[in-house]
Structure formats: C-alpha cells, structure tokens
C-alpha cells in the first residue's frame, strides 16, 4: 500500500456572508479549488480525479449534484471523475478518505478534495431544523428547537455525572479557542469583540442552550470551503523535483481511523455505562490512527486540530486523545497544555467556535490546517517546530468519527 502525500490546499475566508454579496455555493466551491491552486502551483491539467464533500447542500442551497461543479474551476478539468460524500460534520473527512483510498489503490496519482458548505441562506431556526437531520430527526430532532446544542448539552451532562465536570472549564475551552482565532486570517471570529463575562457567566447574551452548553460554547454558523490535493508518491516526487525539494520534504498522511457509533445520543451513552470513555469509538478511532503512524501515543503529535462543535465535545476529545486520564479533560485545560504554546496546542487556528464550522468543509479545513502547520505555512498560528499533526472530525452527534495524523 502506497504512502499518500499532502501537496497543499487552503480555505476560503470564513467571515464571508456569500449570499449578501450575490453569490452561491457553487462560486464558493470554485473559490477555494482557486485558493488550493494558487497556494500550491499545482498544474490543473495534472489532477485526475476530485471528491467534494458537503452535507446539506440541497436544503442550505437548494442544490444537490456538488461533485459535478467541480468542473467548473477550471476548463482542464473537463472529463475527470468526480463525486459528492455525505457524512453530516464530517462529509469533508468522508471524501478525504476517498481520495485516499483511490491513491493507495493505484487508481490516481493526484486528488484534488473539496469541502463546501454555504448555511448562511436561512435563518437560525430553519438552519437548527436543517442540522437535525444529522442527527435521528424524527426521533431526536423534529420539534425540538435547536437540536444539536441539547444533543452535545446532554454529553456535558454524562461527563457532569461521571466524573464531576465543572463549567469554568467549558467556558476556559471557549476563551482558548476565540483568542487562538485572533491569530487567524481566514477564521470567522478574528476581528470580534467577545467580553470576558460572555463565556464565564449565564447572561442575557449569553443564555443555556442545553445541558451545560451555553451561547458562547457553540461554533458558529459558516459559510466556507477548503480544498486540497493529495498525490501518490511517483507525482510526489515530480512535484517536489519541479521545485527543488525532496520527497521527505513533503507532509504525507501517516495516520487514518475511522469509526461509526449508534446514531442515537442516549444509545451511545447507554452502551459506554462503565466504559472509561464515553464515546468509546471515538478513542478507538483515535487509536487506530495512532497505530497506523506507529506512535506510542497522543505525544508524538505537535498539535491537534478537533472538533469543537461545542465546547463539551472539545472537552471530550482531550481524554479521548489520552491527553489525561478518562473524565480528567480539566487536568489538560488547567495545566496549560492545549493552550496555544503548550505542550500539545489544540485548536490553534481558533477550532470550529473561533474559526468557523461550515459543516461539509469542516474535515478538510482541519486537514489543510493540519498541512500548513507541518509545512511551516501557519503564519501567526504556527506551533513552532510542528512535524506531526492529528485531526478530529466528528459527524452527528459524535456517531461518525474519523481521525488523521499528517506529517514529515
């Protein structure tokens, strides 16, 4: 099985309301293939295949058949395979896998991956309504207002009863991840103004949503996309020779895992009743990328991007990387060590609450996060020295589980 290198890509700015400024989701996929192209110099006439990744493109954008648009970035595109992936937060992990996959195959030797998700065409409450189908509608979602919040709520509320939670650490998540975006050019928050008293107390503007989860522990409602290329070791090599680099030069994909849970929230729960974790696929998924890049343990990695789609599932993620000990998250946020010069910064781009979470470009934002911090191309976000990075991405309600470890 071949090794797939990482040749770059990028994201679009994800402050960007694009229907205000006349456009759709098609000119925001275009975009960021355009910004992927730029930013790499890959010649358009070498990619040979593409996946998109998006999750609710015929609901957000009354537009399904995504793939096909990819075609319309450039003409020298014309002819090659291409499709559509669907896997709720984590579409755009679900196509990178594809992608992946075709390259160790043989199939292809270059993949252009796009995750695109424009939710900024409807209101909040329709946009809620829409998110519930990533989750078991009729059964956890139809008629509740705001599902997703109460869902994640409820896993603040598992980790409250088994090991004591405290919310000053949720709030501590959230402040780490709007002050890390502050360093982001492209993240969606960097230029607000979010007070002190936002993310540390129950106010008028900051009300509970669900469970503990609170306003200011949500990741905002995105429009972005983010696209990348991924390339066999022989176009590797072309590519690095063009430039005067060698093959190890290049980041690569070291590490993959991917796990599916019940799609019920209460049946994740009943079935990890005691487990140490409590989303006991997701530290498996995490273990098995952790194995494939033949590593001891979370500490090999440089940083971790993950998903914070609320501040409880990035409180998840902590003991499930086995940064502490199970139900011990606050020991990491306490200490220091997923701050952004820490001893394993998490979320330095500013995650999903700080940067954005445009649901179907998700995965592969962290993904393209994940390549410039290995390649040094961070900017004022960089974690110094990084080699190895790992990703998070979940789908649903923690049910789609995928992680991957990128380095040099």
């Known amino acids: 099985m071949g090794s797939v290198f990482v040749l770059g890509g990028e994201q679009t700015d994800f402050s960007r309301n694009w229907k205000k400024e006349g456009k759709d989701v098609v000119?925001?996929?275009?975009?960021?293939?355009?910004?992927?192209?730029?930013?790499?110099?890959?010649?358009?006439?070498?990619?040979e295949v593409a996946h998109v990744g998006n999750f609710a493109g015929e609901l957000y954008s009354k537009q399904g058949?995504?793939?096909?648009?990819?075609?319309?970035?450039?003409?020298?595109?014309?002819?090659?395979?291409?499709?559509?992936?669907?896997?709720?937060?984590?579409?755009?992990?679900?196509?990178?896998?594809?992608?992946?996959?075709?390259?160790?195959?043989?199939?292809?030797?270059?993949?252009?991956?796009?995750?695109?998700?424009?939710?900024?065409?409807?209101?909040?409450?329709?946009g809620g309504e829409f998110l519930g189908t990533a989750a078991w509608y009729s059964r956890?979602?139809?008629?509740?207002?705001?599902?997703?919040?109460?869902?994640?709520?409820?896993?603040?509320?598992?980790?409250?009863?088994?090991?004591?939670?405290?919310?000053?650490?949720?709030?501590?998540?959230?402040?780490?991840?709007?002050?890390?975006?502050?360093?982001?050019?492209?993240?969606?928050?960097?230029q607000w103004y979010v007070e002190k008293e936002l993310d540390t107390s129950e106010t008028e503007t900051n009300p509970v949503i669900g469970g503990p989860v609170r306003l200011s522990d949500c990741s905002q409602i995105t429009d972005?996309?983010?696209?990348?290329?991924?390339?066999?070791?022989e176009s590797a090599r072309r590519y690095a020779q063009t430039r005067g680099l060698s093959l190890e030069d290049l980041p690569r994909i070291k590490g993959w895992g991917q796990r599916t849970?019940?799609?019920?929230?209460?049946?994740?729960?009943?079935?990890?009743?005691?487990?140490?974790?409590?989303?006991?696929?997701?530290?498996?998924?995490?273990?098995?990328?952790?194995s494939r890049a033949e590593m001891a343990d979370v500490f090999a990695v440089d940083g971790i991007e993950t998903h914070d789609c609320f501040t409880t599932s990035e409180y998840m993620a902590i003991d499930h990387f086995g940064l502490?000990?199970?139900?011990?998250?606050?020991?990491?946020?306490?200490?220091?060590?997923?701050?952004?010069?820490?001893?394993?910064?998490?979320?330095?781009?500013?995650?999903?609450?700080?940067?954005?979470?445009?649901?179907?470009a998700t995965g592969v934002r962290m993904f393209v996060d994940a390549w410039k911090q290995v390649s040094?191309?961070?900017?004022?976000?960089?974690?110094?020295?990084?080699?190895?990075?790992?990703?998070?991405?979940?789908?649903?309600?923690?049910t789609t589980s995928i992680c991957y470890i990128v380095g040099r």
């Not at 949720?170 to 960097?190: G, V, W």
């Not at 972005?224 to 070791?233: D, P, Q, R, Y």
């Open 224 to 233: 972005g996309a983010a696209a990348v290329f991924l390339a066999s070791e």
């Open 324 to 360: 502490t000990a199970p139900g011990e998250s606050w020991k990491a946020i306490e200490e220091g060590v997923i701050a952004f010069g820490g001893k394993l910064p998490m979320n330095p781009s500013g995650g999903l609450i700080g940067g954005g979470h445009p649901v179907g």
């Open 65 to 126: 058949h995504l793939g096909a648009f990819f075609l319309e970035a450039d003409p020298r595109f014309l002819g090659i395979p291409t499709a559509r992936h669907e896997a709720a937060c984590a579409s755009g992990s679900i196509a990178l896998q594809a992608a992946a996959a075709e390259i160790e195959a043989g199939r292809y030797s270059l993949a252009c991956v796009v995750g695109v998700e424009q939710m900024k065409t409807v209101s909040p409450k329709d």
């Open 140 to 190: 956890e979602a139809e008629g509740v207002e705001f599902p997703f919040p109460k869902l994640f709520g409820r896993l603040g509320d598992v980790y409250r009863d088994r090991y004591g939670m405290r919310y000053e650490h949720l709030a501590a998540l959230s402040r780490i991840n709007y002050e890390n975006a502050r360093r982001n050019p492209l993240a969606q928050t960097r």
């Open 27 to 47: 000119d925001l996929l275009v975009a960021s293939v355009h910004a992927a192209l730029e930013r790499t110099q890959v010649d358009p006439a070498d990619v």
């Open 261 to 290: 849970g019940s799609m019920l929230f209460e049946e994740k729960v009943r079935q990890s009743e005691g487990q140490p974790y409590v989303l006991p696929h997701v530290q498996q998924t995490v273990a098995d990328a952790l």
């Open 376 to 398: 040094g191309n961070a900017g004022d976000y960089q974690v110094e020295g990084a080699r190895n990075f790992a990703t998070l991405n979940l789908g649903g309600s923690g």
